[in-house]
């Protein structure tokens, strides 16, 4: 197990990753007032676990999706916490998926303007992305983590012992943010090529784990609240993926991603920011966890609608984390119409 | 005017205090993309100077009072900045009294995960206390302030001319916390004690205002979040005060603070916390705000029920700032029954 500092301005947090996270937890846990956020199907599968980790604390589980990530049910939490006559000495354990991390951040985060939030992630994706760096939010009106904070936890477990209950779909979705983190970090990208084969393997998952989240401790710590830019660079093949995942919908987001990245490689390519050969190794990096690409109907009007996305800071301009070489980005702004040709062009393409 | 900053940890806050405080707001948000919040009291009043200070701006006016300091008007504030399609890179003012700057420091800390906040508070209260120190909140199924963020403002503009409009009970209230921060700082307590005739002058308000500030701003640095105990004294009067307010409504809340004061100090005399003429001192001012202090009925039932205050951590225990000296407060414990034996023996006393 490794334990990662976080040392953010605004309340240092520790993320211990590895075998035996969940052991630590009882440790640091011991003797706290307690409320578990969870969700059904965490719950279902890990209720004797909740039970005998938590005897005496109530455990609260929201309903399982994205599409409950909304303030009615972030009301719901504070409620049983009210209900629970909690104080704001008691500590909130948010254990499930990205989202129930990020509603139950959020809940810690107003609950008595502030108790201490614990994050267990349960899935790949939250563990090597969500659960570390403090965005909480909830959707609404249809946007994104539009409702939210940068809230840091006090402490995050990552254990593997959760990864084996998730199906294939969920692992490739954490493999998308890791291979997305592959393409910022260049001793990440090595350690990704050298086992290629074995990427679903959890001992090379937890390997991989800690490596991911080592390096997004560091981008946090430096722009906490995404202000200097630095940040940003977490979001690369997000643009791309994000839209098609809006627009079309069915794959997972991690996945989205890495098609996203596939879109964003070959762009980096055509504007001449990024070698043929090393936009090639990664697509083939990409191509371990998509197996195939599909040609996307009416591309065009996908990327149109996104571009409505709120993140889009100045109008007729697409903003685009693109990569370089091994450990090293750039940031490309390209108009709307380029942008819109170019992935019109590569679409079909293959890996 | 005066400049007072606000080193906090999280974020620099300036506050701009006195006359020309709103010549300086309009110079330093020139230019900037900006959504104001009010209530309709506050549009209707000064309709002519929102439109004119912030001509290109959304304004939203929430339902005036306490009662709409509510989830559902934080969420209708959302609702507009999304319908306004505000950027991250928008800063939100809050020009009213106290209940719109905690709704729309709240609503600012939460759209996108925090734009920036300006306060202007238009009441004395606001002035003198709510608006310094980046408590924001709504409140929830009863409970008050359970809901919110710890958020500073990048500005606060207390500017005098807002009072001129204010009636003599909104004076009052905002008196209530000035003769509290009087009881808590000896040279604060000085200049009351010298212009106890005019203590509701403007001139006399915009020193003052200043001043209160100033010591707010000091223990807001060292204790942002209420955690090392140190924010606490600023409760001075508060849980006797608040407990009345609740069971017996109709007067303001700064009202309640100083008759607070007035059991708190008899208290502190009584078990041997504060000399008898320093209390007595204390009670000449409060004297001069509030003229005269009725007979509570059931006074011990009005704060058996308040001791259910999330506030109070430890049961059967109540928790009190006592004034000790010019300058000087002490932290007493009381058991209940101590406690409401004390307060009902006082009942009835004069000032």
Same mark, same amino acid.
Request: with cysteine.
């Given at each position: 197990?490794?334990?990662?500092?976080?040392?953010?301005?605004? &309340?240092?947090?520790?993320?211990? =990753?590895?075998?035996?996270?969940?052991?630590?937890? !009882?440790?640091?846990?011991?003797?706290?007032?307690? @409320?578990?956020?969870?969700?059904?199907?965490?719950? $279902?599968?890990?209720?004797?676990?909740? $039970?005998? *980790?938590?005897?005496?604390?109530?455990? @609260?589980?929201?309903?399982?999706?994205?599409?409950?990530?909304?303030?009615?049910?972030?009301?719901?939490?504070?409620?049983?916490?009210?209900?629970?006559?909690?104080? &704001?000495?008691?500590?909130?354990?948010?254990?499930?998926?990205?989202?129930?991390?990020?509603?139950?951040?959020?809940?810690?985060?107003?609950?008595?303007?502030?108790?201490?939030?614990?994050?267990?992630?349960?899935?790949?994706?939250?563990?090597? #992305?969500?659960?570390?760096?403090?965005? *909480?939010?909830?959707?609404?009106?249809?946007?994104?983590?539009?409702?939210?904070? @940068?809230?840091?936890?006090?402490?995050?477990?990552?254990?593997?012992?959760?990864?084996?209950?998730?199906?294939?779909? !969920?692992? &490739?979705?954490?493999?998308?943010?890791?291979?997305?983190?592959?393409?910022?970090?260049?001793?990440?990208? #090595?350690?990704?090529?050298?086992?290629?084969?074995?990427?679903?393997?959890?001992?090379?998952?937890?390997?991989?784990?800690?490596?991911?989240?080592?390096?997004?401790?560091?981008?946090?710590?430096?722009?906490? =609240?995404?202000?200097?830019?630095?940040?940003? =660079?977490?979001?690369?093949?997000?643009?791309?993926?994000?839209?098609?995942?809006?627009?079309?919908?069915?794959?997972?987001?991690? !996945?989205?991603?890495?098609?996203?990245? @596939?879109?964003?490689? =070959?762009?980096?390519?055509?504007?001449?920011?990024?070698?043929?050969?090393?936009?090639? $190794?990664? &697509?083939?990096?990409?191509?371990?966890?998509?197996?195939?690409?599909?040609?996307?109907?009416?591309?065009?009007?996908?990327? $149109?609608?996104?571009?409505?996305?709120?993140?889009?800071?100045?109008?007729?301009?697409?903003?685009?984390?693109?990569?370089?070489?091994?450990?090293?980005?750039?940031?490309?702004?390209?108009?709307?119409? !380029?942008?819109?040709?170019?992935?019109?062009?590569?679409?079909?393409?293959?890996?």
């Amino acid at each position: 197990m490794q334990t990662i500092k976080v040392k953010t301005k605004s &309340r240092p947090s520790t993320v211990y =990753c590895g075998e035996g996270a969940v052991k630590k937890l !009882e440790e640091l846990l011991d003797g706290k007032d307690i @409320f578990v956020v969870t969700d059904t199907n965490v719950y $279902r599968l890990y209720e004797d676990f909740i $039970r005998s *980790t938590f005897p005496h604390s109530p455990v @609260f589980a929201v309903p399982a999706g994205e599409r409950h990530k909304t303030p009615h049910t972030l009301f719901s939490i504070l409620d049983q916490m009210l209900q629970a006559r909690l104080r &704001r000495n008691c500590w909130l354990v948010a254990l499930g998926g990205g989202v129930v991390g990020d509603m139950g951040g959020l809940a810690a985060s107003l609950y008595m303007r502030g108790i201490p939030a614990v994050q267990v992630p349960t899935t790949l994706l939250a563990q090597v #992305d969500s659960s570390v760096g403090g965005k *909480t939010a909830v959707d609404y009106r249809g946007v994104k983590n539009v409702i939210g904070a @940068f809230y840091q936890p006090e402490y995050v477990f990552c254990d593997p012992m959760f990864l084996k209950t998730l199906p294939a779909r !969920e692992i &490739r979705c954490g493999l998308g943010e890791i291979v997305k983190t592959g393409a910022l970090e260049g001793t990440i990208f #090595d350690q990704l090529e050298k086992n290629a084969d074995r990427l679903a393997d959890f001992a090379f998952l937890e390997e991989i784990t800690a490596a991911c989240v080592r390096f997004k401790a560091g981008i946090v710590e430096k722009d906490e =609240c995404e202000r200097s830019g630095l940040r940003k =660079c977490l979001n690369m093949g997000h643009t791309t993926g994000h839209a098609l995942e809006l627009f079309y919908g069915r794959r997972s987001h991690g !996945e989205y991603v890495l098609i996203g990245m @596939f879109f964003e490689s =070959c762009i980096a390519e055509r504007i001449g920011i990024c070698a043929a050969d090393y936009a090639r $190794r990664l &697509r083939t990096l990409i191509g371990r966890v998509v197996k195939k690409l599909p040609r996307f109907e009416n591309i065009g009007e996908a990327a $149109r609608t996104a571009l409505y996305d709120k993140k889009n800071e100045k109008k007729n301009e697409v903003s685009l984390i693109l990569p370089r070489s091994q450990g090293a980005y750039a940031e490309a702004k390209l108009s709307i119409e !380029e942008y819109i040709g170019l992935i019109e062009d590569i679409n079909g393409g293959n890996l």
